[in-house]
Every structure is written in C-alpha cells, then in structure tokens.
C-alpha cells in the first residue's frame, strides 16, 4: 500500500506567485515525522521543511510553509513568492516506527516549473 | 564537514558482475538507509539500518545485500547485476525520527 501519495505529476506556476504541492500520507504509527525536499536537475537532494506528528503549529522556513492537516493526513508544502530557482522536483516523505525501527520513505514526487 | 560521502559516482557493469556501493558518514548518525530511484521516478526504500549490526529490507530488497558492522559505513552489494538495476543510488543518514535525512550525491549505474 502506497504510505506517500502525491497526485500531482507535474506543476506550473508563474514567477512570483505562490504554489501549493500536494502531500497525502498513511500510517497507523501515532508518532511519525514528515518532510520535503527538492531535487533540482543537478540530482542532488535538499532537505525543506519537517513538521512532526505532534507540532501543534504548521511548520515554516523562509518561503517554505507546511499545511498540516492530521485529520485529513495531508502534508502540503507551500511555496511563497516563487523563483525560477525553484523549479525541480519536489518529495513528500514520511518516518514512522515500527517495531523499534525507524524507516523513510518517499512518494513519487511533483515537477514543478516556474514560468517566468 | 564531509556529510555523506558515496563512492563510485558512475559505474558501468555488465550482466552478471557484482559490485559494492560504499557509503560511509562522519555525522555519528545511527540510522542510514539505501534507495534506488529510477528515471522520473521517486525514491524507493532498499534496506536501511538503525544502528551498527542492525538492518531491515525495505520496498525492494531483490537483488541487494547490506551489513552495518561500524556506525560510519553502509556498504550495498549488489550480486548478479541486472539490466533492471539501472539506477541512481543515494545512501542517506539521520540521528532520529525528528530530523532530516542527509543524503549523499548519489551512484549513477548502469548495468548492460
């Protein structure tokens, strides 16, 4: 069963304007972590933003925000004021433990392109 | 600060051949992990490991093997290589369910 689903193959969004990517999770595990990270073309991978199961404020960094929904299992990540920088593509992943052991996994990702 | 160091960065094999991706983190990180991703695709969980001498097969094992004899290393084998196992593969590595993954740059390999 998927854990990480992200529905949006791909994503355009003008420069300047602001962009939400969806995240959606699954887990029984009342204690998990979740983050994003950006893959520009160069391959490398850039850690985000990480909001843990038990924050009660959706997490920020810059221009980086996390919409939170526990309830729904959403993650979103949204990006403000967007940059021809930010085109790459883009990772939801959640940690969860199980049985003493912890693991990452990664759901198949967003494209997004910023349009100048 | 090295971070996570993996080498080879390219590597071509044949079918057939085995080899050994070699990860290794100067972080004292005690979980690392392994994952494959295929072009276009996300990041599929090989194995991973909380701490030395300690592993678990992720979504897709076939094909790999891994040990955790020291904190630092996380070396992958692969035996038998397949086409199949064309991949870039990245090793990462964090200290706990509440901090981010660090990843390496990445094996780009080829198996023909």
């Not at chain 1, 996390?66 to 729904?72: H, I, T, V, W």
């Not at chain 1, 883009?90 to 433990?97: L, P, T, V």
Request: charged share 20%.
């Amino acid at each position: 069963a998927q854990k990480i689903t992200q529905t949006q193959p791909g994503m355009f969004v003008q420069e300047k304007e602001a962009v939400t990517l969806d995240c959606t999770y699954d887990t029984s595990d009342p204690s998990y972590g979740l983050f994003w990270y950006k893959q520009p073309s160069s391959g490398e991978m850039i850690f985000l933003i990480y909001q843990g199961s038990y924050d009660q404020q959706n997490a920020t960094e810059g221009r980086y925000s996390l919409n939170f929904q526990k309830a729904r299992k959403s993650a979103n990540l949204v990006i403000s004021a967007s940059q021809l920088g930010d085109s790459a593509m883009y990772f939801c992943a959640m940690k969860e433990s199980q049985g003493g052991s912890e693991k990452l996994v990664f759901g198949k990702g967003t494209k997004l392109t910023v349009n100048p | 600060n090295a971070g996570v160091t993996q080498t080879p960065k390219f590597r071509i094999l044949k079918i057939g051949q085995s080899m050994t991706l070699q990860c290794t983190q100067d972080m004292n990180h005690n979980y690392m992990y392994w994952y494959r991703q295929d072009p276009g695709m996300g990041l599929k969980l090989i194995y991973y490991s909380v701490g030395a001498g300690i592993t678990d097969k992720g979504e897709v094992p076939n094909g790999y093997n891994v040990s955790r004899s020291t904190t630092e290393d996380f070396p992958l084998r692969l035996e038998l290589a397949a086409p199949s196992q064309t991949s870039v593969y990245f090793c990462a590595s964090g200290s706990d369910i509440n901090t981010e993954a660090f990843f390496g740059q990445g094996t780009r390999l080829t198996v023909v």
